[in-house]
């Protein structure tokens, strides 16, 4: 009975706070201060999840000549479209040439990104980013043979959308019940490093799993940076005008008093929304009164998330708050057909906010604090079906922020080739490094020791934990 009530009790909670807009009324935040635990320092993730499966292999692209030429003969049909659309835009002339520091790693081979990453290219060569790569879910370490030979545990459901998603969240197929970034939270909450458990784990894109916890659930914020209680604010500011108001006022007056109720049910879902609807107006007023970013942000929607974000982390004295994890998304990247039209539009809108974020976080003081990092469903074919690609497997990553060891390339790049050690069919990468080993870097960077990781990610247990990705921040 307490355990269902428990979970009926953080749904009407999550319900109360889905979507978002600007509250002008707002307690005081000295109770919510009052919260505070004595941590020190300030450290936020920040999740960007392309929904879809990003094509990586058009995103770190190989540039020696050899391995160019190789890579140009399989891709040859959708290089020959960039040339036709767009002046050649994946000629190697056209490439953005990485110089990492660990160059030798990688036997004479050399990398570049497209030119729609200018930022992030400037950003990895001032060693403010790095490439991760070949991630990917595993149950344990595998090999092209092992997976022909069905002689080694997979993840269910491979180059499944939903699935993969949830896998790459949550570490199990969809219906997964929490995600690694709310077990993050949990652990932040425990070690007492979190003051206000609702503003630990913040989405711009709804109730993901990724930041649903034991204990902690996701706090949705608009693109203004702002929550909402859905319950009540439809009426606020409305075409009813002034009836509409009143029925805010009085609405929000009766949630405030309704936890007094005799019955048990009422008493607690009555003080559920209380308790909702003060640290809604609690977060919103401590962004109304945070300064102005001067960053100017381009329009896009996902610009516009990260903007959100910086909004949210300038809060974080007035909050009181020392980690935070962040959900920000955009889809898109199911690039079946017309990759050369949509791919690198999408990247160059993903560049420009990245960049704009970066700029904020200098503007705000919390570059040094705050790591962002890429994820999606998977990676892709590296062979091609006319003018796309098909659902593949492992993937390259960026991580971006001050705190990275940047200006370098960890893992292995498998070459542009079929049938290699790491090559499940088709060019579909098997990952030669789990999203647990990544995780588990993000998560101890963020403050976890070796007992929360395992706690946070089970399936870390069947890695090595001392692998090079650990040392990419």
Known sequence: MTYSRRLFMKSALASAMTGATLSTLGPSLQQFQAQAASASGYK???CMFFFGGLDTHDILIPYDPASYSAYGEIRQGLIARYAAQDGNSRARARL????PENAADFAGRQFALPPELPGIHSLFQSGRAAVVANVGPLAEPTTRTQFNNQSVNLPARLYSHNDQQSTWMANQPEGAQFGWGGRFADAILRAGSAQVPEFTAISTQGNQVFLTGEHVL??????DGAGRFDLIESFRDNPFGQDGNRTYERLRAHFLQSGGRSNLLERD???ALAGALDKNEAFNLAVENAPELQTDFPGSGLSRQLQAVAQTIATRNTLLMNRQIFFVGRGGFDTHSNQVGSLPRLMGEVDAA???????LEEIGAADDVTLFMASDFGRTLAVNDDGTDHGWGSHHFVIGNAVRGNRIYGDVPPPAFEH???SGHGRLIPTLSVDQFAGALGRWFGLNDSELLTALPGLAAFDPRVSAASFI
């Open 44 to 46: 936020a993730l920040v």
């Open 96 to 99: 953005l040439p990485l110089a």
């Open 218 to 223: 996701p706090f949705p914020v608009d693109l």
């Open 354 to 360: 990245i960049t704009a974020f970066q700029s904020a």
């Open 269 to 271: 879902m009555g003080l």
């Open 421 to 423: 050690d790491y090559d």
